[in-house]
């Protein structure tokens, strides 16, 4: 199995390679927020710019694992219509292999884009500390195979690229703004605090800032590990099940 999900991420990241234009598409939202709402944020809380940026970069880069990779379904869908499931029936390869190749290439093209954006934010401030930053790499990497998992599940369902990308953009965007990427959760009302509960990504986000703010024994920790290694798997395992009733 894990040299069958091996050969179809190999093949799956050339794909994307031969388009690095779209790779840097995807990229530009969140470099727009490092550049021009960065500075904005450091105003509006009254914080130093280190402690600006260990706050607003640790839920930018939990958010665009989630909107890095809630729209990989647009490219199944086009494939579907090309004839590709039709192709894959004959295939030697499992379907889990499939499904599974396709989403590590999307988590791995998600986490380079993550380096370059930290890169991009060192000279704005933000503190670069490696434990910190693999702990959020990990909860990156979860959350966005939940993300790309539902993405794939749906583009069984939704046979309309156009459809699709719209149904993506309604889930993303509760997703963020209930999040506290633009501003902490702790902000916000009663009410809006509850909803955010039940928001895997707003748990993410929590966590990331307290590990960079040095609190790793901080229960949020541990807690958004738990919500997102079981809300990753829970998607990958219904996103393999859709794709193999498809194909078959």
Excluded: K
Excluded at 36 to 54: A, C, N, Q, T
Excluded at 134 to 159: D, G, Q
Aim: charged share 15%.
């Amino acid at each position: 199995m894990a040299r069958e999900i091996w050969i179809v991420f190999t093949r799956s990241l050339r794909l994307s390679l031969r388009e690095p234009l779209m790779v840097l598409v995807a990229l530009a939202p969140p470099v727009y927020f490092v550049v021009l709402f960065g500075p904005l944020w450091e105003r509006s809380l009254g914080m130093s710019r280190d402690e600006s940026y260990s706050v607003f970069l640790p839920g930018l880069l939990v958010e665009i694992a989630v909107f890095g990779t809630i729209f990989a379904g647009v490219g199944l869908v086009s494939e579907i219509h090309a004839g590709l499931l039709e192709r894959m029936r004959v295939t030697p390869v499992s379907r889990t292999a499939l499904l599974l190749g396709r989403c590590a290439r999307d988590i791995f093209m998600l986490l380079v884009q993550a380096s370059v954006l930290v890169a991009l934010a060192v000279p704005f401030g933000f503190p670069l500390r490696a434990g910190p930053l693999l702990l959020t790499f990990v909860l990156m990497a979860f959350v966005a195979l939940a993300a790309t998992s539902l993405s794939y599940a749906l583009a069984t369902v939704v046979r309309s690229e156009m459809s699709l990308a719209a149904l993506a953009n309604i889930i993303n965007l509760p997703l963020m703004l209930t999040s506290g990427i633009l501003i902490p959760v702790a902000y916000a009302p009663d009410w809006l605090r509850l909803v955010s509960e039940f928001n895997p990504v707003q748990h993410a986000v929590v966590a990331s800032r307290a590990v960079f703010a040095g609190t790793y024994s901080d229960p949020s920790v541990i807690r958004a590990l738990v919500i997102v290694v079981v809300v990753g798997s829970l998607s990958a395992a219904w996103a393999v099940r859709r794709f193999t009733r498809s194909i078959h």
